[in-house]
């Protein structure tokens, strides 16, 4: 996969996916940059902007946009908790 198809299905994940279906799946958010950030974390194990530059889709190395790809699918499937990933992104960023 390119990084412009790679992109796109990150925004397509992120920012309509996850957030139609949020609210039927009780998930603890409803809006991109939430799902974007908790993927993100996940992805690189802490907070992503310690990591990253911004804006982490063009500066993200890809195999951590694919792995945050992976997050977000798989979460969508059920194979992997949002409400856990959302806790372990609160705890790297000190708010829990």
Known sequence: MDREALVAEWFELTRVRMPACASARGWPVRFDH???????????????TK??????????????LKDAVKLGKDCLAGRTDLAALN??????RGKL
Do not use: M, T
């Not at 939430?34 to 992503?48: M, P, S």
């Open 34 to 48: 939430c799902f974007q950030r908790i993927l993100l974390d996940n992805a690189v194990g802490a907070k992503w």
């Open 87 to 92: 806790r372990n992104s609160l705890e790297w």
């Open 51 to 64: 990591h990253i530059a911004a804006p982490a889709y063009k500066k993200a190395p890809d195999r951590v």
